[in-house]
């Protein structure tokens, strides 16, 4: 992958449903706006502008349908498409490579790594993670209840709740078993002392798992 950029920056969209999961990714390039900037942060709406790769977070999203994806990927201002997940199991990569994705990066990547494959897939490469499972994520990533001491994982599956989705959905969605997505369900209950879905539910309403509808333009001097 190339260490440097030989020319003007990356401009690189970042996309997702969640303004604090987009922002938290975002501060991940500060140390590198000469080689990677971030001229969109667009929570639940399309990219407005052309950029060289948009940065699809899987943070509570349909990753397994892969609709959003396609919708990204057949929009004509988008140039490069990239999956940016924890989930790298090979099913989810190939149909996402037959779609036309042009990276599956794990979260698990240093700043300094995931500011090189933005490189090497604007340079006409495709980048492939081939960390496989699930492990801790990115120093300076951030999600809804991280504060609170809620689990990245755990928030995810209780931002799914608050989107209303059923169990057998979240299963789906994360590729976790029944039995996995009930385990965290129980850990997610405990923390925020939620004895019904109902709880869980407007829990989530209240303390910002419910999806957002923003845009951020010009992120720190971007263009």
């Known amino acids: 992958m190339p260490s440097s950029a030989s020319h003007r920056p990356v ?3 970042l996309v997702d449903d969640y303004d604090v999961v987009l922002k938290g990714l975002a501060h991940l390039f500060d140390d590198y706006r ?4 971030v001229a969109e942060i667009d929570a639940n709406m399309m990219v407005a502008e052309p950029v060289d790769v948009v940065l699809y977070d899987t943070f509570a999203q349909p990753e397994s349908d ?20 924890w989930n790298l199991q090979p099913q989810l990569i190939d149909a996402a490579r037959r779609m036309g994705v042009h990276g599956y990066l794990s979260k698990t990547l240093p700043a300094a790594e995931l500011v090189a494959a933005i490189e090497a897939v604007n340079a006409g490469e495709i980048v492939i993670s081939d960390q ?5 994520s990115a120093l300076g990533l951030d999600w809804p209840g991280r504060r609170e001491g809620i689990t990245d994982r755990e928030s995810e599956i209780l931002a799914l709740i608050t989107q209303g989705r059923s169990n057998a959905d979240i299963a789906q969605l994360t590729v976790l078993s029944p039995n996995t997505v009930k385990s965290y369900i129980r850990s997610v209950y405990r923390k925020i002392g939620a004895t ?16 957002d509808t923003h845009r951020i333009e010009h992120w720190l001097g971007g263009p």
């Not at 990204?72 to 999956?83: K, M, Q, S």
């Not at 109902?198 to 999806?211: Q, S, T």
């Open 132 to 136: 496989r499972g699930r492990a801790a």
């Open 34 to 37: 000469d080689r990677v900037v």
């Open 11 to 13: 401009t690189v969209a």
């Open 196 to 211: 019904s879905r109902v709880e869980a539910v407007l829990y989530g309403v209240r303390h910002g798992f419910a999806p």
């Open 66 to 85: 892969h609709q959003q994806i396609a919708e990204l990927i057949d929009n004509p201002r988008a140039h490069h498409v990239v999956v940016y997940t």
